[in-house]
């Protein structure tokens, strides 16, 4: 046994598991240093080389919280059981290194609620001058918000880890309390109603139609089964529909793979590294799209992707679409459907790791032969192909709403910085009236989302003033705008990046044209 420990009992929970033995920090870190997979939870150390395989959420997830402390991101996205009933075979000893975390007051906090939001506005017109000008207004403002919010954690506005994390879990204990980690199976009911009424309308007008209206109105209502059917998808993503990993796997696998023709597994992998990651350029693969947007000029420097193990080349195509990328979001939001085909092709036919893969190509199979047998039955290829792109095209409203909430926060990473003041930093919630959380989903809220992934998407409004509270207690940031506002903010930003690159060819340009000149007036005095 190394001379810096000593036996004590390991503890989870109220139940001793095994003698096991205290690891000081130094200790710790060289022994992730010489490869072994650690991690602190509850300043207990667990060692996790054997499980990172089988992880149900993939392995990626589970690698970077290697050598850190995952206690609140590990209680925020697992059930209890996990960590109280499973996680105490792979406790290997108690963690000696949090003596300098101390419940220390630093003066006065910062206070968000007297800040005036900031609102969209288009009253200059519809020229594509106008256009830019509120969008450049629009982000200056946030900008300023987001870089008072980074001052005011260096000086000391915002309480101190431990004090984050005695709130953090004292909200989410206030949660439980209230009920709100419960799921209510009858706002189900009422969407299953909602998603039969859909593909009935859609294939009864599909089978029995006769003119192109009707195959049009056909693909309408698909696409709005597509995507009102995802935000089910993504609960049973999170076991938040039983609760029972295996149970609700399989129900997602039914939504994603059999009806949606996408892989559960892929998005379980990609979604959980966002949610641990989130607005890292290097690791969040949910903001790696070049060549076609980048929201940070992070990205200009050809960043490597943990996730896709590869370099995000910021190359020719890359520069042309991304100085253009505040024009074209819509657009290329309308082919995202095609993108997660490819995108979970690349998962099942590449990732060692796959949960149920027969069961997995077994739905995407299935997909393809009832989705094209429905395309062979219109009566000529262009109405089929209309009918493709339309039903495909009209689901782009989810990836609006999927990237609405990131891509105009910070994409800056502070070092030892608290789980819940990164999902808060990084997140935006967007505020509409209570009739339209069908059209969202319930997951407009993505910051209180990202705070408790297992809160049920149908009770997240319910937390909201919950999470104003412990912002004001913690001096963090909630950042929330309506749905108009929310768009500009993402556009202002992603209009930002562009600026820089037009600005990147016009020095090159520059530069270019005086080393010619400089030549030229060379060969004169040869």
Known sequence: MPPNTETVVCTTGSTPSAVRAIIS??????????????????????????????????????????????????????????????????CIGDYAGNETIAMTTRGPLANYDEIEVAQASWAGGMSV?????ALDELNAVHQVALRQDLQDRRDGKVADLATIRVHYQALEADLKARGLFECNYYRYAKEACRYVLLIYTSLWFALRGT????????????????????????????????????????????IANFIGGLSLGWWK?????????????ENDPDIQHLPFFAISTKFFGNLFSTYYNKTLEFDAAARFFVKRQHYLYYIALAFGRFNLHRLSFMYLLTSKHVRTPRLEWTGIAVFFVWYGSLLAHLPSWPIRIMYLLVSYALTSPLH?????????????????????????????DVDCPTWLDWFHGGLQFQAVHHLFPRVPRHNLRAAVPLVKQFCRDTGLRYTT??????????????????????????????????????????????
């Open 269 to 281: 992998d990609n979604h959980n590294v966002h949610h641990i990651k989130t607005n890292d350029c």
């Open 400 to 428: 609006v709403q999927i990237t609405l909430s990131h891509f105009g926060m910070s994409t800056d990473m502070i070092e030892n910085e608290p789980f819940p003041s990164q999902m808060l930093r990084t997140t935006m």
């Open 25 to 90: 920090a130094d200790d710790f870190d060289k022994r992730v240093k010489q490869g072994e997979r650690l991690f602190i939870f509850d300043n207990k150390v667990y060692k996790v080389d054997s499980f990172i395989a089988r992880h149900p959420g993939g392995d990626r997830a589970i690698l970077h919280g290697i050598g850190n402390d995952m206690t609140d991101e590990i209680r925020s996205m697992h059930a209890p059981f996990v960590y109280e009933r499973m996680m105490p075979k792979f």
């Open 481 to 526: 705008y309506d749905f108009t506002t929310g768009n500009g903010v993402v556009l202002g930003s992603m209009k930002a990046v562009a600026d820089q690159v037009a600005l990147m060819n016009d020095v090159a340009k520059y530069n270019a044209d005086t080393w010619k000149s400089g030549r030229k007036d060379t060969a004169k005095f040869q």
């Open 211 to 254: 003119t192109t209206l009707h195959f049009f109105f056909s693909a309408v209502c698909m696409a709005g089964f597509w995507h009102q059917l995802v935000f089910t998808a993504h609960d049973a993503g999170h076991n938040g529909i039983t609760g029972n990993v295996n149970i609700d796997h399989k129900v997602g696998v039914m």
């Open 129 to 133: 001058a106008a256009f830019d000008r």
